[in-house]
C-alpha cells in the first residue's frame, strides 16, 4: 500500500492534448503513474476537490507525493528535472531553445484557441457555425509558425533525430487538428495560398 501512495497521480482527459503531452513524457521516461480521469464535457474540472489542485480547472495536473503541478510545461519541466532518466531535452543549447519554443508556440499561439471554453465562448458570442473554422484558423496560424522554424532543424523528428520536447508537444497538436478541426497536415509550403 505504501508503493500505490508514492505512485505519481496524474489527473488528465483522454482528449485533452495538454495531458497527452505529460502521459507520452511519463511512458518515455518509463514512470509508473495513477490515471485519475476528469471528464470536461461533464464539468468535473469545476469540482470543489479539483479546484483544491488546479483553481484554473485545467488538465493535466500530477501529483508527486506532496508535490502538486498543474499546467503541461510546468509538469514536463518538473518530471525533467526530477526524472532524468531519458532525458527529453536535448544537451545543446540552441537545440534546447528551439524545443522550448516550439512547446511555447503549442502552448500560447494555438491550443488555448481550440480549447472547450474558448469554442464556447465563440459559439455564444459569435455562432455555433464560427468556432470550428476559428480555431482552424488558429490551428494554421501556428502551424504556419512551427514549420518556419523548424524546417532547418527537423530530422526523423521535429528538432532532429531524437524525441524531444518538441515532437511531445506537436503530436497531440497535429491529432488534434486533424481529427477535431480538420486541419489539412499536408505540408505547408505545398499551400503557396497559405503562405
Avoid at 6 to 12: A, D, G, I, N
Avoid at 21 to 44: D, S
Avoid at 51 to 71: A, E, M, R
Wanted: proline share 7%; hydrophobic share 40%; with cysteine.
Amino acid at each position: 500500500m505504501a508503493h500505490e501512495e508514492k505512485k505519481l497521480k496524474l489527473y488528465s482527459y483522454w482528449r485533452s492534448s495538454c495531458s497527452c503531452r505529460i502521459r507520452i513524457a511519463l511512458n518515455l521516461k518509463g514512470l509508473e503513474y495513477q490515471y485519475i480521469p476528469v471528464n470536461l464535457l461533464k464539468g468535473e474540472q469545476f469540482s470543489p476537490e479539483f479546484q483544491k489542485l488546479n483553481p484554473i480547472g485545467y488538465v493535466p495536473v500530477l501529483v508527486d507525493g506532496d508535490i502538486v503541478i498543474s499546467d503541461s510545461f510546468a509538469i514536463f519541466m518538473y518530471l525533467e528535472e526530477k526524472y532524468p532518466q531519458h532525458p527529453l531535452l536535448p544537451s545543446d543549447l540552441q537545440k534546447k531553445a528551439l524545443n522550448f519554443q516550439a512547446a511555447n508556440i503549442v502552448c500560447s499561439s494555438i491550443q488555448p484557441l481550440q480549447n472547450l471554453a474558448v469554442l464556447k465562448y465563440i459559439e455564444e458570442k459569435a455562432s455555433p457555425d464560427e468556432k470550428i473554422p476559428w480555431a482552424k484558423r488558429h490551428i494554421e496560424k501556428g502551424f504556419e509558425a512551427l514549420e518556419k522554424l523548424l524546417k532547418d532543424h527537423a530530422g526523423i523528428y521535429a528538432t532532429g533525430d531524437e524525441v524531444f520536447m518538441a515532437d511531445l508537444f506537436l503530436a497531440p497538436q497535429v491529432h488534434a487538428g486533424i481529427k477535431r478541426f480538420n486541419v489539412d497536415m499536408v505540408p505547408w509550403q505545398t499551400h503557396p495560398q497559405k503562405a
